[in-house]
């Protein structure tokens, strides 16, 4: 069982930076697909970035060159670096391994 905690969320004002962070624990992390999603009230959940065991990457365009998902192999840990943030990336994100585990999730709210 893949146990994941997500940090680093919180209210910024927008145009300013957040960076999430992932922790896991029950399982062989070096192998898992990970990835971060998020969930607007009222919308589904949808996929945010991807990172595969390999660190290839993949972003959805709406956050293409304002985000940045990382992996750290050594301390078990996925980060996701945003920039530049807007209203409309208010949500609760959600850190996941590979389709199947899911964190609690950690809410970010950007408002004036």
């Known amino acids: 069982q893949v146990q994941l905690v997500e940090s680093g969320g919180g209210l910024v004002q927008p145009g300013g930076s957040l960076k999430l962070s992932c922790k896991a624990s029950?399982?062989?992390?070096?192998?898992?697909?990970m990835g971060w999603y998020r969930q607007a009230p009222g919308k589904q959940r949808e996929l945010v970035a991807g990172?595969?065991?390999?660190?290839?990457?993949k972003y959805r365009d709406f956050v293409k060159g304002r985000f940045t998902i990382s992996r750290d192999n050594a301390k078990n840990t996925v980060s996701l670096q945003m920039n530049s943030l807007i209203p409309d990336d208010t949500a609760v994100y959600y850190c996941?391994?590979?389709?199947?585990?899911w964190g609690q999730g950690t809410q970010v709210t950007v408002s004036a």
């Open positions: 029950g399982g062989f992390f070096s192998d898992y697909a």
């Open positions: 990172i595969q065991n390999d660190g290839s990457t």
């Open positions: 996941n391994a590979e389709g199947l585990y």
